[in-house]
């Protein structure tokens, strides 16, 4: 039984240091599956246009990969001028993991349907909006700027009864950004398209626009045609009462997340139980095993939260290592830089109740490593720890210690908790650090 519960608190641990030192970190945008929308109902006469289904869903998936999918509608039909109703569907994701740079993609398909007018026709309508689109267009073509470029209009005979598309890009200090975008008419209905792509090394400081690249002139004018073309399509489908060439994916399951499964020690993490021992007394260890990302993640932990120091107090001490073990050594140093690029976010900062103190480069662990200490002090738990991340080969090793000290009978979150010595943390954690790597 003893053995029992040591591996049911390590395994809940495993768990709980998991959220806390991840969840404590904005949390990026999700990229996991498509979130599967339907264009909003119509106002009531109108027949709805399902714009989220006008695009083919493979051409969708290849410019935003995993993207989320929103939808609008809006009534603009009590106007005195111009009466229309418009239909929105956006596919964006803005946190595409690649290698080393973080890259956003996102399209917005508008398709609007124009009513008559006074003496004005539905179609006359939507062809004086077209023009209209058409000569904004060529204006800014006459009129780039060092800080904004716009090209020259292309003209794309066949698509509709008219499509035009620009391509534009804003480079300012800390907002760079490029796009094409195209307007098409078919009868009283004006659709447009924008395409927006770039990406940014994961490590460029925050809020610039240093290492950004952004969608070229050529490749965005290339996919803005292609994307035109099936609205065009879907269009005159939907405006015939025919059924559209192209239907959503239903969305898929997601998957479900890595579970560890329990294992003994690996011999990394027995060759240190002697300094493990002297760090967190009185507790054999604990290790598990799961896939994660392309790598193997060894994970093991001496955790001991009742380590008596008279006076009616006790030591709270957690060590936890983690060895993912890829199948490349660029696969591994991209992982770094994935993990030095979310320590960066909150480096200097705090939210609630934790603060991260700035990152500190550390030679002579691995290729690559750094460190950070971190100060906690919420309803989750009380404690100071310091962890640090090496590069060794195909492994990139993480290393963590921390605890306080407390009233006896209390939980690791007692509010009159003291806090652990971050010199103590940073000190055994850099020791551990250096004989898991000359283990591995």
């Excluded at 290849?62 to 039909?77: H, M, T």
């Excluded at 021992?277 to 001496?302: M, Y």
Aim: proline share 5%; with cysteine; glycine share 8%.
């Amino acid at each position: 039984m003893a053995v029992l519960a040591v591996l049911a608190v390590a395994g809940g641990t495993f768990a709980f240091m998991t959220v806390r030192s991840e969840g404590t970190r904005p949390a990026p945008v999700t990229t996991g599956a498509v979130v599967a929308s339907r264009s909003p109902a119509a106002p009531a006469g109108v027949p709805a246009a399902d714009v989220c289904s006008m695009l083919d869903p493979a051409t969708t998936e290849r410019l935003v990969p995993s993207s989320e999918v929103d939808a609008s509608a809006n009534d603009n039909r009590d106007g005195t001028l111009v009466s229309y109703v418009q239909w929105t569907c956006r596919w964006s994701n803005r946190n595409i993991s690649y290698k080393d740079v973080t890259r956003r993609r996102e399209i917005t398909a508008e398709v609007s349907r124009y009513e008559a007018i006074g003496t004005t026709t539905a179609e006359a309508s939507a062809q004086i909006q077209y023009k209209g689109e058409l000569g904004q267009y060529k204006y800014g073509a006459a009129h780039s700027t060092k800080e904004r470029y716009y090209a020259a209009v292309k003209e794309f005979p066949g698509i509709g009864d008219g499509a035009a598309a620009h391509y534009q890009w804003t480079r300012e200090d800390t907002y760079w950004y490029s796009f094409g975008e195209g307007v098409g008419r078919v009868g009283d209905v004006v659709f447009k398209v924008k395409y927006e792509a770039s990406q940014q090394k994961k490590e460029a400081d925050l809020f610039s626009g240093e290492g950004t690249q952004s969608i070229t002139e050529e490749n965005a004018l290339r996919e803005v045609r292609s994307l035109m073309t099936q609205l065009a399509e879907s269009v005159t489908a939907w405006r015939a009462g025919r059924p559209l060439p192209y239907h959503l994916r239903p969305k898929p399951s997601p998957s479900p997340s890595p579970t560890p499964t329990l294992i003994a020690l690996p011999s990394a993490c027995t060759s240190m139980k002697p300094l493990a021992a002297t760090l967190v007394p009185k507790t054999e260890g604990a290790a598990a095993r799961s896939k994660e990302g392309g790598a193997t993640v060894t994970q093991c932990q001496w955790f001991n939260d009742k380590m008596p120091l008279g006076g009616g107090k006790v030591r709270w001490r957690n060590l936890r290592v983690t060895v993912r073990a890829f199948a490349d050594a660029q696969s591994a140093r991209y992982n770094l830089i994935d993990e030095r690029a979310k320590a960066k976010t909150t480096a200097g900062g705090g939210i609630g109740g934790i603060r991260w103190s700035k990152i500190q480069n550390l030679p002579g662990f691995g290729q690559e490593a750094f460190g950070q200490a971190i100060r906690q002090r919420t309803d989750t738990a009380q404690s100071n720890r310091y962890e640090i991340y090496a590069l060794d080969g195909k492994n990139v090793v993480w290393v963590m210690l921390g605890g306080s000290d407390r009233p006896a009978g209390t939980p690791i979150n007692a509010p009159e908790s003291v806090l652990m010595d971050m010199k103590e943390a940073t000190a055994g954690v850099k020791e551990v650090t250096k004989a898991l790597l000359a283990a591995l």
